[in-house]
């Protein structure tokens, strides 16, 4: 039982120690501008006189801002940098000298990355949601549904880009290249790509819970649902081989 405990609590400290890291002020000043965009276009659309379908707009703001934009952008930054930055900087030594499973340590830096994600980005699209159409007819719902898929999406991002950091030391750029021209370019080209695309898994969660029928996927929710947690459960998986296998360097 207390060596238990001590486990718990050594992975609740990587935790703690991994949201702190990942909270510079530079960083998440960033984020939060990031982030207060949606709701910045919502305001505008919102000043400007209601539109004649809100849910509608709705539906493509909280996809074509959030979910294909910033969203990923905030993943890739916190989910890049929970493990990368110590990889990066050599501090990452003394957390791979202790007799701590990588798994577990993959484990805490996801939950980190996964969590200020999820803070950062599902308030401020249920926000942006519900100042375009959350008084009329099923907008609520609708914000509702969107604000799901962003989570299922969060987790799936923040696995891969927690693995890809400690696959390489260029994740942030192969991140970058992922969101801005896989997710939101080629992943609507072809058909075949789309079952590669984060986006897709969580606009099929989105589809099935809206009660308004404005939100669109071409995925049905079990195929989707099963897609998103083989690629996460892979992600853990690699992350947890490469750190296993990350050669600690003495200091010269």
């Given at each position: 039982?207390?060596?238990?405990?001590?486990?718990?609590?050594?992975?609740?400290?990587?935790?703690?120690?991994?949201?702190?890291?990942?909270?510079?002020?530079?960083?998440?000043?960033?984020?939060?501008?990031?982030?207060?965009?949606?709701?910045?276009?919502?305001?505008?659309?919102?000043?400007?006189?209601?539109?004649?379908?809100?849910?509608?707009?709705?539906?493509?703001?909280?996809?074509?801002?959030?979910?294909?934009?910033?969203?990923?952008?905030?993943?890739?930054?916190f989910g890049t940098a929970a493990m990368g930055s110590e990889l990066d900087d050599g501090t990452a030594t003394f957390l791979l000298t202790k007799p701590v499973a990588r798994w577990k340590i993959v484990a805490a830096?996801?939950?980190?990355?996964?969590?200020?994600?999820?803070?950062?980005?599902?308030?401020?699209?249920?926000?942006?949601?519900?100042?375009?159409?959350?008084?009329?007819?099923?907008?609520?719902?609708?914000?509702?549904?969107?604000?799901?898929?962003?989570?299922?999406?969060?987790?799936?991002?923040?696995?891969?880009?927690?693995?890809?950091?400690?696959?390489?030391?260029r994740a942030l750029v192969i991140g970058l290249v992922y969101v801005l021209i896989w997710e939101a370019v080629m992943a609507g080209l072809f058909e075949g790509t789309r079952m590669f695309s984060v986006r897709r898994?969580?606009?099929?969660?989105?589809?099935?819970?809206?009660?308004?029928?404005?939100?669109?996927?071409?995925?049905?929710?079990?195929?989707?649902?099963?897609?998103?947690?083989?690629?996460?459960?892979?992600?853990?998986?690699?992350?947890?081989?490469?750190?296993?296998?990350?050669?600690?360097?003495?200091?010269?």
């Amino acid at each position: 039982m207390i060596a238990t405990l001590g486990r718990a609590g050594v992975v609740g400290a990587m935790l703690e120690v991994t949201v702190r890291a990942l909270l510079n002020r530079r960083r998440t000043l960033l984020m939060l501008l990031l982030v207060s965009a949606p709701i910045l276009v919502a305001l505008i659309i919102r000043v400007a006189g209601r539109p004649a379908d809100p849910e509608r707009l709705a539906a493509n703001i909280l996809d074509g801002m959030v979910l294909r934009s910033v969203l990923p952008l905030v993943a890739l930054v916190f989910g890049t940098a929970a493990m990368g930055s110590e990889l990066d900087d050599g501090t990452a030594t003394f957390l791979l000298t202790k007799p701590v499973a990588r798994w577990k340590i993959v484990a805490a830096k996801l939950l980190g990355a996964t969590a200020l994600t999820a803070v950062m980005v599902v308030p401020a699209a249920i926000l942006a949601g519900l100042i375009i159409s959350g008084d009329q007819g099923g907008g609520f719902g609708l914000t509702m549904a969107m604000a799901a898929a962003s989570v299922l999406a969060i987790v799936v991002y923040c696995a891969l880009f927690v693995a890809l950091s400690i696959v390489t030391g260029r994740a942030l750029v192969i991140g970058l290249v992922y969101v801005l021209i896989w997710e939101a370019v080629m992943a609507g080209l072809f058909e075949g790509t789309r079952m590669f695309s984060v986006r897709r898994y969580a606009l099929a969660l989105g589809d099935a819970l809206d009660p308004t029928g404005r939100i669109r996927a071409e995925f049905d929710l079990v195929p989707a649902l099963g897609l998103a947690v083989v690629v996460t459960a892979i992600a853990v998986v690699v992350a947890s081989s490469a750190l296993a296998r990350y050669q600690v360097r003495a200091p010269e």
